[in-house]
């Protein structure tokens, strides 16, 4: 294994061996990379994870920058030579090609971001150089089940179907959308708001909270969501069902956590602990004025008006701080209707008609203002009860 120069002040040399492969191009595809003590030739982390449906290109890329991630939690400033047998790859991040592929340009961005400030050097090197990262780039491969159809259909850097209109946003963010798990008031059907009792979650809610933490830790690596981009921040409502089911997801991504009070339940005021049974026997004339409507809220309580004024401000603030980045939203019913809604382009009736079930996933992604994709609505796969 080569060493490389000494130089002085630095803290740690290290050597990034990386190579994707996709079976199909696209295809399923895989990453793999060593990440070695340039000074003893030990391995020190290796990297074999599955990226879904992509080309050859992708995946190489992928592995780069799994690696310089990884690389970089071993010491930031470390100063890395990062050798491949993809002459593209490597002539792109040295600066002796252009990126002009689509799909190349929001990885190619990741890459410079990493590497910026850094002391990194790209190295091609021959294919029989590299078996190490192949090696893993193959068991990343074969360790992850057959896609899914809509995953082999998903465009990573714009909309899915060949009728959107092109954006002049290039990066998309992806909001992956979490209804909390269940609580007392879940589980005995009663109206449960942003400004009532504001119960823990119950038992089942605890292992709801748990299971979709597990099938989230899993996106961009394996499983249903693999083609996905990992999650950085976990955003979610301050009311504590939400906040505690948030907890669970953010502990397992090692993601952090942000408290955004747009995101709370919609308030029912005085209907709020109210079984639906009890709403509609003793409150049936504001019931059905309330029913269908925009602007008449429940008794001191919170209209669609103004709850609509709040979930826009709540996307507004995700687009502005975590463009182009995916996140995980934990939040209520109305709240992901809402955001559901806007991505839909639909009338005020999308507000009642997408049925969210306690630790649901729907994702959504957004051109910024331009553009929405719905990529899934209400998965609950994951849940084994």
Known sequence: MPKLPSLPGALMKLIIEADGGSRGNPGLSGAGAVVIDAASGNILREISEAVG?????VAEYSAVIFALEVAFEIDPAAEIVVRMDSKLVVEQMSGGWKIKHPDMLSLGARVQQLISGKNVEFVWIPREQNVLADALANKAMDGEPAPTAAAGEFNHVAPSSIRAPQSAVTEATTLIMVRHGRTPLTESRKISG??????????????DAAEVALELARVGSSGAFSFLAKPVVVIHSPVKRAAQTASKISQKLGAELVELADL?????GDWDGLTNEELFVGHESQYQAWRGSYDVAPPNGESLKDFDVRVNRSLDFILDKFAGKTVVVVAHVMPIRGLLRIANDASVAGYWRVDLGPASISIARFWGREGAEIVCVNSTSHLSS
């Open 53 to 57: 449906i992509a080309t050859n290109n």
């Open 194 to 207: 942003g400004d009532g009792e504001n119960p823990d979650l119950s038992e089942l809610g605890n292992k």
């Open 264 to 268: 709370r339940e919609i308030g029912f």
